[in-house]
């Protein structure tokens, strides 16, 4: 039952160029999104979310992208840089539950 | 800057035996998580406990599982008799307010669960 769907396992990106890691989920009761980076052998970290009441935020670097009609997310990150190699989750929420939902994550290799 | 601190970092048991593993959330928190990531899989939830009683709990988190806060300050949880497949990195997680209305959990850098 994947309810968040990341369809790319990896993207390798060249220094300084966007990078644009794509995400796609299956309930439309979600009403709140998040990214999370991880470096290996540490815990995800919280990069920016997004409300179903927005299509966009940014935050630096990072701006989330949301298309509810599309049920479809997307983080650009611009410039990368090496050091955003990490795997990139995307996550999702509904009101009614305390739990997020993670989906299988996206490894972004950033080139120097 | 105030985080999440798990203990053990890895721990070896065999199957069939008893295991805790321990958290200390961020102070002021007052929702407190477990998740679990199977190597090479995505992050799945297992728990969230507010008010010291479990507030939600997934498929994963049968009887074997169990989660308490004995004191002000640390999160624990049991599993009472690990099979193979529990082999897995465990997070815990803490966050101030529910995440659908802040939508920040802070993790702890996990522990390693082997099950031999």
């Known amino acids: 039952d994947q309810q968040v769907k990341q369809n790319s396992p990896s993207l390798s990106v060249q220094e300084g160029r966007i990078s644009i890691l794509n995400c796609d989920y299956t309930?439309?009761?979600?009403?709140?999104f998040l990214w999370y980076k991880k470096y290996p052998a540490e815990g995800p970290t919280f990069l920016i979310s997004i409300s179903s009441i927005k299509d966009k935020n940014e935050d630096g670097r990072f701006t989330v992208f949301l298309n509810k009609s599309a049920k479809h997310l997307s983080l650009h990150i611009v410039p990368s840089q090496p050091g955003d190699s990490a795997v990139y989750f995307c996550a999702a929420s509904e009101t009614s539950y305390d739990k997020v939902i993670f989906g299988p994550g996206t490894s972004l290799s950033v080139i120097p | 800057e105030p985080e999440v601190t798990q203990t053990p970092s890895h721990q070896v048991t065999q199957m069939g035996q008893e295991v805790i593993l321990r958290c200390v959330p961020i102070s002021n928190h007052l929702y407190f998580y477990w998740y679990r990531q199977i190597l090479g899989q995505k992050v799945e939830f297992l728990v969230s406990f507010y008010n010291n009683e479990i507030s939600e709990k997934s498929e994963i988190f049968d009887d074997q599982f169990s989660v308490e806060r004995p004191d002000g300050s640390n999160f624990t949880l049991k599993i009472r008799s690990t099979k193979l497949e529990d082999s897995a990195m465990y997070f815990c997680?803490?966050?101030?307010?529910?995440?659908?209305?802040?939508?920040?959990?802070?993790f702890g850098e996990g522990s390693r669960l082997t099950v031999l």
């Open positions: 309930n439309s009761m979600f009403d709140y």
């Open positions: 997680a803490s966050s101030f307010t529910r995440v659908p209305n802040t939508g920040e959990l802070f």
